[in-house]
T-cell receptor, first 114, second 115 residues
Framework: AQSVTQLGSHVSVSEGALVLLRCNYS??????LFWYVQYPNQGLQLLLK??????LVKGINGFEAEFKKSETSFHLTKPSAHMSDAAEYFC????????????FGQGTELSVKP | EPEVTQTPSHQVTQMGQEVILRCVPI?????FYWYRQILGQKVEFLVS????????KSEIFDDQFSVERPDGSNFTLKIRSTKLEDSAMYFC?????????????FGPGTRLTVT
């Protein structure tokens, strides 16, 4: 069965610093990978996704992630953090042969210090 | 831009009562999902629905839960006899089709509080 592990339940960075949120997955077949963001008291918003093709994917708000099959990773990065990036970030995996259900990681809360 | 909507935004109910959570998916989408998020925990898959039937359900989705698409637009989650541990945020999501980007669009959620 597939699973997702996010290293670090809480990451704190200074404004303008690099953001790196880690995600590793376990899957018996090539997965589709997603990053979602959840702002306080709101729903989940898709940041970016990897399905096939280019392994470096760019998303909204300046975020990007790279699919590394050999490392079973899909880490999320942003070169320069902004105060508005403070939120909960969830990595998720989906398998083509399982009707699209998403399996989520535990989430990483990102804090941005001024 | 089309969006998934959910009502109510917050539901308070007493243990043992039945609740119905409502969702209106994006109109041309074919796949529908319910997830839940207990406070402070990760988002968990409950059930997926396609072609007017359940396509997959998790072990959480036991006999007290049911889903329905009564009129071709709404998608409901019913909890027959609520328990304290059912208190959570419930998210509805919809997806266009499996041949597309596999992107699910989430509603804003219904916060269910069982007292």
């Amino acid at each position: 069965a597939q699973s997702v592990t996010q290293l670090g339940s809480h990451v704190s960075v200074s404004e303008g610093a690099l953001v790196l949120l880690r995600c590793n997955y376990s899957s018996s077949v090539p997965p589709y990978l997603f990053w979602y963001v959840q702002y306080p008291n709101q729903g989940l918003q898709l940041l970016l996704k990897y399905t096939t093709g280019a392994t470096l994917v760019k998303g909204i708000n300046g975020f990007e992630a790279e699919f590394k099959k050999s490392e079973t990773s899909f880490h999320l990065t942003k070169p320069s953090a902004h105060m508005s990036d403070a939120a909960e970030y969830f990595c998720a995996v989906s398998l083509y042969n399982q009707g699209g259900k998403l399996i989520f990681g535990q989430g990483t809360e990102l804090s941005v210090k001024p | 831009e089309p969006e998934v909507t959910q009502t109510p935004s917050h539901q308070v109910t007493q243990m043992g009562q039945e609740v119905i959570l409502r969702c209106v998916p994006i109109s041309n989408h074919l796949y529908f999902y319910w997830y839940r998020q207990i406070l402070g925990q990760k988002v968990e898959f409950l059930v997926s629905f396609y072609n007017n039937e359940i396509s997959e359900k998790s072990e959480i989705f036991d006999d007290q839960f049911s889903v329905e698409r009564p009129d071709g637009s709404n998608f409901t989650l019913k909890i027959r006899s609520t328990k304290l541990e059912d208190s959570a945020m419930y998210f509805c999501a919809s997806m266009a089709d499996r041949g597309s980007s596999y992107e699910q669009y989430f509603g804003p959620g219904t916060r269910l509080t069982v007292t």
